[in-house]
């Protein structure tokens, strides 16, 4: 097995946490980092631009009365709901990759990993807007840490990676996603 990469430079995902176009660019050119290291950028980068957000909201919200459009509670506890609704169903789309070539598995991969962040990150952007209807921070405050748990859950660990090649294997298949996703079969792919 191929040696992993790591989660890349710290200037690099320092930078994708704030410019993560440039980031990916550094990451997936040729010469550069593992694609999974891109896909890490990605990672921090979604839980960055949750937590921007998050001031963003504290200072929308900031100087109202907390009485907006709708009530707070329900839409504290709407938008919770809703982002462990979103994280579960990330949990559980398609949960096994098909074996195949190596770049098939991979990009299977690649695509339900942004689903699952997609899905991570759509229901804080409901708390979001939200917050702006009722004039509290409350609903996006609610709905934040459990997207954050659910774009670790989904983050692209050395761990993560080797747990979907045991998966792979059970099923008979011989491709190493985390080979792949390493260089191990090849020149880096852009993600």
């Known amino acids: 097995m191929t040696d992993d990469p790591g989660w890349g430079r710290p200037r690099d995902i320092a930078l ?26 990605l990672s921090v980068s979604f ?4 937590l921007l957000i998050a001031v963003v909201t504290l200072f929308v919200t900031s100087g ?9 509670a329900p839409a504290s506890v709407g938008a919770g709901l809703l982002a462990v609704a979103g994280v579960a169903v ?14 098939e598995v991979v990009s299977a991969f690649r695509v339900r990993f942004l689903l699952r962040l997609a899905l991570c990150e759509g229901p804080a952007m409901v708390g979001f807007v939200l ?22 859950l989904d983050a692209p660990t050395a761990t993560r990676l080797r747990a979907e090649d045991e998966r792979l294997a ?13 260089g ?4 880096a792919e852009p993600v």
């Open 16 to 41: 994708g946490a704030v410019a993560p176009q440039l980031a990916l660019r550094r990451a997936s050119g040729p010469g550069e980092q593992a694609p999974v290291v891109a896909l890490r950028i």
């Open 47 to 50: 839980a960055a631009g949750l």
């Open 64 to 72: 109202g009365s907390g009485e907006g459009a709708i009530p707070t």
């Open 90 to 103: 990330g949990r559980t789309w398609r949960a096994t990759l098909t074996c195949g070539p190596a770049d």
């Open 131 to 152: 917050a702006i209807l009722t004039g509290s921070p409350l609903p996006y405050l609610a709905a934040l840490p459990i997207a954050l748990v659910g774009i670790a």
């Open 170 to 182: 059970l099923a008979g298949c011989g491709t190493s996603l985390h080979d792949a996703l390493v």
């Open 184 to 187: 191990a079969s090849g020149p």
